[in-house]
């Protein structure tokens, strides 16, 4: 018996414009003062009228032209509905049943031994929604909350269950990032919080020609908030031990959990039994009426720049360079426009 890897993500980026998601707050200042940046709207006060951002579903339409997705021509919002203090609304303003983007897939060339090979990434849906404040801890126990991000613009991408290694998971988010940067739609900085993602992880058993024993799914579990490639691929990697672990001594994992990354330890600790959809009670957020996107759609269409697999490959084939040559130029926009 072969014990397979099943992984897929979920990430959060935050888009690159002036004002938050629903109301007219800066968003994305660093180093202000906290909770210097808010308002009526962003602070869940009663009686207040979210009016959606026109920039930030611009660049949540070219992100899902980015990933080859199916825009919908009519989208809408929902409210998400859990208890938390970073969300002082006790609900989140998100996307349920009809997202701005689904049914993608990205086309992602990965290292395999000496070699390279592609793999296919199918992406479920991609769909906007609203940032959570920000919880600071101290020392004594206590917790402070920065209200300044609550309310920023974020996309969240959901892949499907397609990669079989932490390094193609590593591999997909270093693109993702190029891909954002190359649109414009973000800085993608995990380091500053632009790009957070959530790995889901389990395990599969199949014999020595590849036919799936016993159920095609088990359980998952969910490392939740990694910000750094690095903490995403040893993240992955301790799960795979410790989750084969418990293959082998005949305890496989039976519920859905959720864990942290403590880097310190380089482990991961369990967090709590992992939500279902039902427990967030969606239900259509009465407040801002469906988005119609075909005209939108049709616009942005024309103005999707090259992405950077194709510059890659054009590097290649127009200029003769090598393929690592023309990774390492492509990997940063600004040096590529230079070097043409």
Known sequence: MILLPIIGLEIHIQLKTATKMFCGCRAHDIGVAPNT??????????????????????????????????????????????????????????????????????????????????????????????????????????????????????????????????????????????????????????????????????????????????????????????????????????EILRQTKLWNAGTPIAVSTTRGWNDSKQVTEEQRVKEAEGDYRYFPEPDIPPLALRELTDELRQMLPELPAARRARFVSEYGLKREDARQLCDDPALADFTE
């Open 37 to 238: 940046h808010v308002c009526p709207i962003c602070l869940g006060q009663p009686g207040v009228l979210p009016i959606p951002n026109k920039e930030a579903v611009r660049k949540g339409i070219l992100m899902g032209f980015a990933l080859n997705c199916t825009i919908a021509e009519t989208s809408k919002f929902d409210r998400k509905n859990y208890f938390y203090p970073d969300l002082p609304k006790a609900y989140q303003i998100s996307q349920f049943d009809i997202p701005i983007a689904h049914h993608g897939h990205l086309e992602l060339e990965t290292p395999n031994g000496t070699n390279k090979q592609t793999v296919h990434i199918g992406i479920t849906r991609a769909h906007l929604e609203e940032d959570a404040a920000k919880s600071f801890h101290d020392a004594s126990g206590n917790t402070f909350v920065d209200f300044n991000r609550g309310g920023a613009p974020l996309i969240e991408i959901v892949t499907e269950p397609d990669f079989r290694s932490p390094q193609e998971a590593k591999t997909f988010l270093q693109e993702l990032r190029l891909i954002a940067r190359t649109l414009g739609v973000s800085d993608a900085d995990m380091e500053k919080g632009h790009l957070r993602c959530d790995a889901n992880i389990s395990l599969r058993a199949v014999d020595d020609e590849g036919k799936i024993i016993g159920k095609e799914f088990n359980p998952k579990t969910e490392i939740k908030n990694l910000n750094s490639f690095r903490h995403v691929e040893r993240a992955l990697e301790y």
